[in-house]
């Protein structure tokens, strides 16, 4: 078991969050489900038996999701990042995750439950980080004009001369 688990906070949409992420991501489960017992209902002013918890994996990292009501909402303060090795799975993940959501800069999205996600190709982080600083700033100018990230741009800037 990790250490340090993710816990988010929907309002009342907890399971159906999960349910879409396990859809999206490989190596991905829903665990255990908790539900509102009568306490639990009183307190939280929920049906009883209604989703309290639900724990899951994305991809082997275990996440927590908790209806917790609306006193809490997400920020672009906390997302996930997702490492890309290709243009596929970086126009696979977008597409999923930016409908009913919105589209950001710099591969930041947020899904249409208003968690942020930051889909980025690993090979963005080799080129940022050259040792030619002319090359890494092409980079960086043309990754600051995109929304989605395209490896193709990128290398594009990377190679001029």
């Not at 249409?112 to 080129?127: D, E, F, H, R």
């Amino acid at each position: 078991m990790q250490e340090i688990t993710p816990f988010l906070w929907f309002d009342d949409k907890a399971e159906e969050a999960v349910n879409f992420y396990v859809s999206i991501f490989k190596n991905s489960r829903i665990g255990t489900i908790t539900r509102y017992g009568e306490e639990g209902a009183k307190v939280s002013g929920r049906p009883k038996g209604t989703v309290m918890v639900v724990t899951f994996q994305l991809d082997g990292q275990e996440f927590m999701a908790l209806n917790g009501g609306p006193h809490f909402k997400f920020s672009e303060a906390t997302s996930f990042l997702v490492n890309c090795e290709t243009q596929e799975e970086v126009d696979e993940l977008w597409e999923k995750l930016s409908e009913g959501g919105e589209e950001g800069r710099c591969g930041w999205l947020k899904d249409k439950y208003g968690l942020s996600w930051q889909i980025v190709p690993t090979v963005l982080a080799k080129m940022l980080q050259d040792k030619d600083a002319e090359k890494s700033e092409r980079v960086m100018n043309a990754m600051l004009k995109m929304d989605k990230i395209e490896i193709k741009t990128l290398k594009q800037a990377y190679e001029q001369q």
